[in-house]
């Protein structure tokens, strides 16, 4: 199973939820959201090939945290993977609007500089503005579209420019996450979890609760599990040698 977003440094214990991850399996995506958790969170990794970390710093942060934008320069050139980064365009976030676009556009213009890199980008009422700042810097990397909620247009937009989308099982569960996510290309589609900050059952979701949205992928495209298991595995291949 694949868990392309999960924030395994925010769980209340974080060495734990890695442990299991690695003895059950699971392939993870391990984000951060700050650049100053970024050698911490690689450390929870270190004993697991099957876990990748990801160098982040959440839009939702930006106007607190762009002084460490230096630091995400500095460390850029020895993480492979980046996220989460990207643009929140929500009332609550709105206000800080040009802090956001002065950090993921630093930060993309780092990803571009440094040859490319595989990102996970947040993109919440925000597709139109992230697809125009990913389209005017070819060589930046392959985005991945983190719980993507845009229209149908953008996810069309999105599609054309190139993009992968990773989709949970919060996502799944209402009728909208599941419209876009059945127009998604199947070899442009991962599992994710946004645990512990997505919910399922009233609870954190956790890494291994993707396999609700293998279940999910199944109902929506008429597969069985087995697979969707064996197609997402092979595009985390696919994704993880480009
Ligand atoms: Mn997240």
Redesign the pocket.
Known sequence: MIDS?C?IDLYPDPQMVANDCESRGLCVLS?TTTPSAWSGTAALASGSSRIKTALGLHPQLAHQRKSELPLFEQLLIDAHYVG?IGLDGAPEFRQHWNDQVLVFTRILDACKKAGGRVMSI?SRRAASAVLDHLEERPGVGTPIL?WFSGSQSELERAVAYGCWFSVGPAMLVGEKGRRLAARMPRDRILTES?GP?ARVDGRSALPWDVERAVGCLSDIWNEPAKSVEALLHNNVMRLASS
Do not use: N, P
Request: aromatic fraction near 12%; proline fraction near 0%; glycine fraction near 0%.
């Open positions: 977003h924030h984000v989460e947040h983190h946004d900050f």
